[in-house]
């Protein structure tokens, strides 16, 4: 079954940190440009972070720069999100994204397989 699942939402208070996972299956993981987007209350959906198929090349919004991490596990088939100095500006659903590319790109409509999102909310 071709599909990507998050977890790792929650909770955290201002200055916190969470690692977000999304787990892959059914389709090449490890020839994919992967990437994580956010959507907030009221908001458009946009570009966190992406990273290339052997992790050489990432990419990151200017608002998360310094603050989030993008990794892979090829040999897992998971991408992750380490976030830290979590602002309440970051709340948001965040959802990773699949591209059927090897190059990263932080436009949304370039990546053809999402996950169902998890929720992350930061308090004040």
């Known amino acids: 079954q071709v599909q990507l699942v998050e977890s790792g939402g929650g909770l955290v208070q201002a200055g916190g940190s969470l690692r977000l996972s999304c787990a892959a299956s059914?389709?090449?993981?490890?020839?994919?440009?992967m990437g994580w987007f956010r959507q907030g209350p009221g908001k458009e959906r946009e570009f966190v972070a992406a990273?290339?198929?052997?992790?050489?090349?990432?990419d990151y919004a200017d608002s998360v720069k310094g603050r989030f991490t993008i990794s892979r596990d090829n040999a897992k088939n998971t991408l992750y999100l380490q976030m830290n100095s979590l602002k309440p500006e970051d709340t948001a659903v965040y959802y990773c994204?699949?591209?059927?590319?090897?190059?990263?790109?932080?436009?949304?409509?370039?990546?053809?397989?999402w996950g169902q999102g998890t929720q992350v909310t930061v308090s004040s």
């Open positions: 994204a699949a591209r059927g590319s090897p190059l990263i790109t932080s436009i949304y409509g370039n990546f053809d397989l």
């Open positions: 059914g389709f090449p993981f490890s020839s994919d440009a």
């Open positions: 990273i290339s198929p052997s992790s050489e090349n990432s």
